[in-house]
């Protein structure tokens, strides 16, 4: 499975970003999904994760009431919808997949990851 994550960008902080994820490959499997991102000097962290069906979601407290992670499996796609930004958002967010129907905060539990998008916040 080969993932692209895109959509990052220079925002002002209290703005809004849409960050998506493109799966191609061996699709056809169950895939939980999750985002996670790497803040200047800091080590990567875990954002949001989603399960196979969508039906469940899990936030990082940091970002939990202003994003939305997604997915349309239809078309491969996750998304992350970023509101109300702030400049500590600033980061690159990779996008990963993991062969099981439940996503979890630990990367290393993941089989796939994807090179990331930077997204920079301006106070």
């Known amino acids: 499975v080969q993932l692209q994550a895109s959509g990052g960008g220079l925002v002002q902080a209290g703005g809004s970003l849409r960050l998506s994820c493109v799966a191609s490959?061996?699709?056809?499997?169950?895939?939980?999904l999750g985002w996670f991102r790497q803040r200047p000097g800091k080590e990567r962290e875990f954002v949001a994760a989603?399960?196979?069906?969508?039906?469940?979601?899990d936030y990082a407290a940091s970002v939990k009431g202003r994003f939305t992670i997604a997915r349309d499996n239809a078309k491969n796609t996750m998304y992350l919808q970023m509101n109300s930004l702030k400049p500590e958002d600033t980061a690159v967010y990779y996008c990963?997949?993991?062969?099981?129907?439940?996503?979890?905060?630990?990367?290393?539990?993941?089989?796939?990851g994807g090179q990331g998008t930077q997204v920079t916040v301006s106070s």
């Open positions: 990963a997949a993991a062969r099981t129907s439940s996503g979890s905060r630990n990367w290393f539990s993941y089989d796939y």
């Open positions: 490959g061996r699709t056809s499997s169950t895939l939980a």
């Open positions: 989603i399960t196979w069906t969508g039906g469940s979601t």
